[in-house]
Antibody, heavy 119, light 112 residues
């Protein structure tokens, strides 16, 4: 079973960058069969998939249109982890953020990080 | 994007009775290359991340009680709890992983 350990600040000021990291145990971020996603959840937007990265001889990335211009998901093979950066945040980005993996479906979830965007 | 809808929004069921949740997708989730429906169901309890119950529309995840079952194909799916237990009180979500962007239904709250 894969375990995902999230870290990062719970409070971000408007217009700044939200940054979260997800450390992986039980698998490799470079696995040729896994993908690594970020999902957020808020009362107004429900469960929202933000994007993913995966390795298939090269690194690939998919992002949701709603955040495509503001998001970067980055793998870090030296630390076996992946990260989320979301730029120019507004209060509407306030949500619980999860890192997720597992296929088919999404089997393994981090515990979640409540990120509040407020000055 | 594929839009997922669920019905009802909430339901209350007596202990030991059957609960059925419906999910509809805006396009078929049946992938021709593997002839499988790319549809999953999750259970979420307060303060916890969603837990995978069902994938491929009807395959139960390891360790999930057999009172949970999934059915359907194409665009119409159902999750059935055959005999509701107290620990099944939760919100249930359907989710399509047919292709990015992956999307979720709005959830159905099950209560006693």
């Amino acid at each position: 079973q894969v375990q995902l350990q999230q870290s990062g600040p719970g409070l971000v000021k408007p217009s700044q960058t939200l940054s979260l990291t997800c450390a992986i145990s039980g698998d490799s971020v470079s696995s040729n069969s896994a993908s690594w996603s970020w999902v957020r959840q808020s009362p107004s937007r429900g469960l929202e998939w933000l994007g993913r990265t995966y390795f298939r001889s090269n690194w690939f990335y998919d992002y949701a249109e709603s955040v495509k211009n503001r998001i970067t998901i980055s793998p870090d093979t030296s630390k076996n982890q992946f990260s989320l950066q979301l730029n120019s945040v507004t209060p509407e980005d306030t949500a619980v953020y999860y890192c997720v993996t597992g296929t088919p479906g999404m089997r393994d979830w981090g515990r979640g990080t409540l990120v509040t965007v407020s000055s | 994007d594929i839009v997922m809808t669920q019905s009802p929004d909430s339901l209350a069921v007596s202990l030991g009775e059957r609960a059925t949740i419906n999910c509809k997708s805006s396009q078929s989730l049946l992938y021709s290359f593997n002839n499988k429906d790319h549809l999953a169901w999750y259970q979420q309890k307060p303060g916890q991340p969603p837990k995978l119950l069902i994938y491929w529309a009807s395959t139960r995840e390891s360790g999930v009680p057999d009172r949970f079952s999934g059915s359907g194909s194409g665009t119409d799916f159902s999750l059935t709890i055959s005999s509701l237990q107290a620990e099944d009180v939760a919100v249930y979500y359907c989710h399509q992983y047919y292709g990015p962007p992956f999307t979720f239904g709005p959830g159905t709250k099950v209560d006693i």
